[in-house]
Nanobody, 123 residues
């Protein structure tokens, strides 16, 4: 059984930074496309960033470009989201997700999800 545990959320002032982490367990190899998504109250879940299995390809929502960086450490079965220059509109629950095939922004194609970590940015 594949499990994702995401962490690193918290309360931060606008302009500050946070680093989210996600650890994947349950398989011997960390061979997934990985993504970060977020959901604010009353809004649909939206794509933030994704990274291919090898880490060679990354994808970002327009809102994340230039401020957020996704990375992975396959030796640690982990993926990270470094978030800088945070804004109030970044406030949401952030979820990491894994997919067996490919990588990208469509949340419907992800197979496994973390429990979510709250990010709150005060203005």
């Amino acid at each position: 059984q594949v499990q994702l545990v995401d962490s690193g959320g918290g309360l931060v002032q606008a302009g500050g930074s946070l680093r989210l982490s996600c650890v994947v367990s349950g398989r011997t190899s960390f061979s997934y496309g990985m993504g970060w998504f977020r959901q604010a109250p009353g809004k649909e879940r939206e794509f933030v960033a994704a990274i291919s299995r090898s880490g060679g390809n990354t994808y970002y929502a327009d809102s994340a470009k230039g401020r957020f960086t996704i990375s992975r450490d396959n030796a640690k079965n982990s993926v990270y989201l470094q978030m800088n220059s945070l804004k109030a509109e970044d406030t949401a629950v952030y979820y990491c997700a894994a997919r067996e095939y490919g990588s990208g922004s469509n949340y419907r194609l992800y197979d496994y999800w973390g429990q979510g970590t709250q990010v709150t940015v005060s203005s």
